[in-house]
């Protein structure tokens, strides 16, 4: 399937045209990803989709070999008895994995997407949108979030983590797509460039962002009308101080920043190593080079 064209709503200003490979943990065959494969292929971007075969929500950082399918992939999307990995049949650039979403990633950044660029690694990878939010407790068991730690901690290739706070999951053959699937793959695709608009290291070594949109409805059906918030992922009650910002040197934690409203999205710096926050200092090149997009919460 190919979603219409998004990009004219999309403010992309100067983004260059990057090696993406994109990931989740709902399954290849999910609108939410198959949204954001068509902006970010409608950005300019080089896309190649590797994800698994089948819902793997909640699956964290399980790593498993392939096996073959008996039955067919979620939505009917592959044949029964299709084996291991497969290829959609009209576009060889999306492709899925029988698998949990880490193994699904490996094998993209291993195996699938390098014959596409010549042998060369994906500069980012992007996980999600995830259908249905990923915050604080859930963060661990999250698929999305492992995907994006195996890219940022493994194969030292930086990643983001979108996740949406509106749910219920959807196929790729959807119509008419509805506006959350539309709205967060806009959004998405608009920090996406920014991040590769502020220059290589994209991220610091160890560090991948969770970010979190809010329920779309009401006032936030709108892709201008969202505010970016810098968060961290876990209360910071015994931790080290953050980045001074907003007038204080502690950030607001990404669930207080949803909770709160106004259409208001966390943009949390996570730390690889262990699915927590990051120090203060890889906190800071994140700050400044998200300045421009950044607010304070509301």
């Known amino acids: 399937m190919r979603a219409q064209s998004i990009l004219p709503a999309l403010p992309i200003i100067g983004a260059h045209g990057a090696r993406i490979l994109q990931s989740n943990d709902d399954g290849w065959a ?90 060369q690694a994906p500069e980012l990878v992007v996980s999600g949108p995830n259908v249905g939010s990923n915050l604080f407790l859930a963060v661990p068991f999250s698929g999305t979030v492992g995907v994006a730690v195996y890219a940022s901690h493994e194969a ?19 119509s008419p797509v509805p506006a959350r699937s539309t709205v967060y793959a806009q959004l998405a695709t608009q920090l996406t460039n920014a991040v590769l608009d502020s220059g290589t290291p994209y991220l610091p070594q160890d560090v991948f962002l969770n970010v979190n949109f809010p329920k779309v409805e009401g006032d936030c059906t709108d892709p201008s009308k969202f505010k970016w918030v810098l968060s961290r992922i876990n209360p910071g009650v015994f931790s080290d101080r953050d980045v001074e910002t907003c007038g204080t040197d502690r950030l607001p934690t990404e669930s207080s920043v949803i909770d709160a409203g106004g259409c208001q999205i966390s943009v949390s710096v996570g730390d690889s190593t262990d699915k927590t926050t990051a120090p203060a200092e890889k906190q800071a090149v994140v700050l400044q080079k998200l300045g421009n997009l950044l607010t304070c919460m509301t």
């Open 30 to 119: 999910e609108l939410y990803i198959r949204s954001l494969n068509a902006a970010l292929n409608d950005a300019g971007h080089d896309v190649v989709l590797s994800a698994p075969a089948e819902n793997k929500s909640g699956a964290g950082s399980l790593d498993q070999e392939p096996s073959p399918r008996t039955s067919a992939c979620e939505y009917n999307s592959c044949p029964a008895n299709s084996g291991p990995i497969g290829t959609n049949s009209t576009n060889s650039r999306l492709n899925w994995v029988n698998s949990f979403p880490v193994t699904s990633v490996r094998y993209g950044i291993d195996t699938i997407a390098p014959p596409f660029w010549n042998g």
């Open 156 to 174: 030292g290739i930086p990643a983001l983590a979108f996740s949406g706070a509106s749910d219920g999951n959807l196929a790729f053959d959807t």
